[in-house]
Nanobody
Framework: QVRLVESGGGLVQPGGSLRLSCAAT????????MGWYRQAPGKQRELVAT???????NYPDSMKGRFTISRNNAKYTVYLQMSSLKPEDTAVYYC??????????????WGQGTLVTVSS
């Protein structure tokens, strides 16, 4: 069973930068597309970025420019580089991945989330 573990969240000042990491642990046949989502207090979870196993990235228009997703397949890790952060970026950031299990079934796995607070 694969688990996704996020890290790197914390308190950052407006205009600052932060890099989140999400490491996959456990055993699987393969790890496919992965992504980052976020959920601000009182709001629905929204997509931040996705990346395929081949490195093709996708961002909603609202996220283009300040967020960069990348992955290291050798380390089973996906990253989210965030820059020029604003108070409205404050949210719990979740990692998501499509996992093909050893039984060749497809599962969607979520991490536990990491809190990012943008405040002076």
């Amino acid at each position: 069973q694969v688990r996704l573990v996020e890290s790197g969240g914390g308190l950052v000042q407006p205009g600052g930068s932060l890099r989140l990491s999400c490491a996959a642990t456990g055993t699987a046949y393969s790890i496919g597309a992965m992504g980052w989502y976020r959920q601000a207090p009182g709001k629905q979870r929204e997509l931040v970025a996705t990346i395929t196993s081949g490195g093709v990235t996708n961002y909603p228009d609202s996220m283009k420019g300040r967020f960069t997703i990348s992955r290291n397949n050798a380390k089973y890790t996906v990253y989210l580089q965030m820059s020029s952060l604003k108070p409205e970026d404050t949210a719990v950031y979740y990692c998501n991945g499509l996992i093909t299990t050893l039984a060749r079934t497809l599962e969607e796995v979520w991490g536990q989330g990491t809190l990012v607070t943008v405040s002076s």
